[in-house]
């Protein structure tokens, strides 16, 4: 095995721009790191689990980027309680990847064509659809897999010629894993009594199924998907429209803006088409996410939303405010054209106006009296989750309006000036 191959392929897919390798202390990952060390931007990344073989690891991950002459970023992310240790680690592992990549750095991982396989059987065995057997793309925006042309035996004995340092994480042999089973069971039965060269088989049986996936990928992509926070929405009369497979793809997609990096299981999915076509009222579905209806939406939320903190208005840009943005701008010439805009009363943004969620007992001055914010937010259609984490503006103690639905009678405008407020939330 001649290291100049795997160097020569990692040259012609990886991109030009800064390289991020997640280095995890094994043959692969080392591997991987001195494919692209010759890289004129590049650095490693290193993920500390807390686990057992963590210390390890880390030692040699080290090793390996002080050797390369390459800068290394060490992440905590301890993995939480919870079943599949395999799957939450993974899990851990990519949430501070994703948020530690740099603008236009892609991630560089070690993945072989054993990996490839394995993925595509254990896809396999639990029932997934194309996506599942297309199993890893070799290359898609934000990361790409160099060495997935070679098998796991031929990236060590590369590994062992350089005199690179590497480890063998010992939960790799615990047999409580799937991926072990499948690694250490499962394929060399296969390969002894049915097919010589399974992996290679499975490898390309994902590369034929990921050229489907691409089409259906692109396809679902022309559906929107509503994001507002950690509660996403999906227009019904769309779903309804198009083949199972493209709606199917749309449900992951949304799925995985909650439950990232993974597109939820095929009973998620099942699950959520059911309440869109009417056939379940509702559902709750992995990560304990709730699964409704409104209106023309289902709606995939967490349980518990995630509630802002009070904020300062600050007039002539737009504020952050959960999952949407709120903008002050001069009225003056400004269609109203929308119901989220409400023209409001300049003098109500004097002294220190702040926006906050409703509180217990919070009342609007109407014409006459006072009306409920509650009861504001009910009438107007507003879902009880979102009730309590929508915006209020609120001067000199007093609640000068319910944004986007209603203005204090006090802080309505009484001359021909006016500031525009205007209520815009998230969508992907």
Same mark, same amino acid.
């Given at each position: 095995?001649?290291?100049?191959?795997?160097?020569?392929?990692?040259?012609?897919?990886?991109?030009?721009?800064? %390289?991020?390798?997640?280095?995890?202390?094994?043959?692969?990952?080392?591997?991987?790191?001195?494919?692209?060390?010759?890289?004129?931007?590049?650095?490693?990344?290193?993920?500390?689990?807390?686990?057992?073989?963590?210390?390890?690891?880390?030692?040699?991950?080290?090793?390996?980027?002080?050797? %390369?002459?390459?800068?290394?970023?060490?992440?905590?992310?301890?993995?939480?309680?919870?079943?599949?240790?395999?799957?939450?680690?993974?899990?851990?592992?990519?949430?501070?990847?994703? $948020?530690?990549?740099?603008?236009?750095?892609?991630?560089?991982?070690g993945h072989t064509?054993?990996?490839?396989?394995?993925?595509?059987?254990?896809?396999?065995?639990?029932?997934?659809g194309s996506a $599942?057997?297309? $199993?890893?793309?070799?290359?898609?925006?934000?990361?790409?897999?160099?060495?997935?042309?070679?098998?796991?035996?031929?990236?060590?004995?590369?590994?062992?010629?350089?005199?690179?340092?590497?480890?063998?994480?010992?939960?790799?042999?615990?047999?409580?894993?799937?991926?072990?089973?499948?690694?250490?069971?499962?394929?060399?039965?296969?390969?002894?009594?049915?097919?010589?060269?399974?992996?290679?088989?499975?490898?390309?049986?994902?590369?034929?199924?990921?050229?489907?996936?691409?089409?259906?990928?692109?396809?679902?992509?022309?559906?929107?998907?509503?994001?507002?926070?950690?509660?996403?929405?999906?227009?019904?009369?769309?779903?309804?429209?198009?083949?199972?497979?493209?709606?199917?793809?749309?449900?992951?997609?949304?799925?995985?803006?909650?439950?990232?990096?993974?597109?939820?299981?095929?009973?998620?999915?099942?699950?959520?088409?059911?309440?869109?076509?009417?056939?379940?009222?509702?559902?709750?579905?992995?990560?304990?996410?709730?699964?409704?209806?409104?209106?023309?939406?289902?709606?995939?939320?967490?349980?518990?939303?995630?509630?802002?903190?009070?904020?300062?208005?600050?007039?002539?840009?737009?504020?952050?405010?959960?999952?949407?943005?709120?903008?002050?701008?001069?009225?003056?010439? %400004?269609?109203?054209?929308?119901?989220?805009?409400?023209?409001?009363?300049?003098?109500?943004?004097?002294?220190?106006?702040?926006?906050?969620?409703?509180?217990?007992?919070?009342?609007?001055?109407?014409?006459?009296?006072?009306?409920?914010?509650?009861?504001?937010?009910?009438?107007?259609?507003?879902?009880?989750?979102?009730?309590?984490?929508?915006?209020?503006?609120?001067?000199?103690?007093?609640?000068?309006?319910?944004?986007?639905?209603?203005?204090?009678?006090?802080?309505?405008p009484s001359t021909?000036?006016?500031?525009?407020?205007?209520?815009?939330?998230?969508?992907?």
């Amino acid at each position: 095995m001649n290291p100049e191959r795997v160097a020569a392929e990692a040259r012609d897919l990886v991109p030009a721009g800064p %390289l991020a390798v997640a280095l995890g202390g094994g043959a692969d990952s080392a591997v991987a790191a001195w494919s692209v060390a010759g890289h004129p931007e590049v650095r490693c990344i290193f993920v500390r689990h807390g686990l057992e073989s963590s210390a390890a690891l880390e030692r040699t991950a080290r090793a390996v980027a002080a050797e %390369l002459g390459i800068d290394v970023t060490i992440l905590d992310a301890p993995v939480q309680e919870g079943p599949s240790l395999e799957d939450r680690a993974r899990r851990s592992r990519w949430r501070a990847i994703d $948020g530690a990549i740099r603008d236009g750095e892609t991630v560089v991982t070690g993945h072989t064509r054993d990996d490839q396989a394995e993925t595509v059987l254990m896809n396999l065995l639990r029932g997934s659809g194309s996506a $599942g057997i297309a $199993g890893m793309s070799r290359s898609r925006p934000g990361v790409v897999r160099p060495l997935m042309g070679f098998t796991r035996e031929e990236i060590r004995t590369v590994a062992e010629d350089l005199g690179l340092p590497f480890t063998d994480d010992p939960a790799n042999e615990d047999r409580a894993h799937l991926r072990n089973r499948v690694r250490s069971e499962l394929l060399p039965m296969l390969e002894r009594e049915y097919r010589t060269g399974i992996a290679g088989v499975l490898a390309r049986a994902g590369s034929l199924a990921a050229a489907d996936d691409l089409l259906i990928d692109e396809i679902a992509t022309h559906i929107p998907i509503i994001r507002e926070g950690n509660v996403v929405m999906i227009p019904t009369a769309a779903l309804a429209t198009v083949p199972t497979a493209v709606a199917s793809r749309t449900v992951r997609m949304a799925l995985r803006h909650l439950l990232a990096p993974y597109p939820g299981a095929a009973a998620d999915v099942d699950a959520v088409l059911r309440v869109a076509g009417r056939r379940a009222d509702s559902a709750t579905i992995t990560g304990a996410l709730a699964v409704t209806l409104e209106g023309p939406y289902v709606v995939i939320a967490a349980r518990e939303p995630d509630v802002p903190e009070e904020i300062q208005i600050v007039q002539g840009r737009p504020i952050r405010f959960g999952a949407g943005a709120v903008r002050f701008e001069p009225a003056e010439g %400004l269609p109203v054209r929308r119901r989220s805009t409400l023209l409001l009363d300049p003098a109500a943004l004097d002294g220190g106006a702040t926006l906050r969620v409703p509180a217990p007992g919070d009342r609007i001055a109407i014409a006459g009296g006072s009306k409920s914010v509650r009861t504001v937010l009910s009438e107007h259609g507003v879902p009880v989750r979102r009730r309590s984490t929508w915006p209020l503006i609120v001067s000199g103690g007093r609640i000068a309006a319910v944004v986007g639905i209603r203005v204090a009678s006090w802080a309505q405008p009484s001359t021909s000036r006016s500031v525009a407020v205007v209520y815009e939330r998230g969508r992907t």
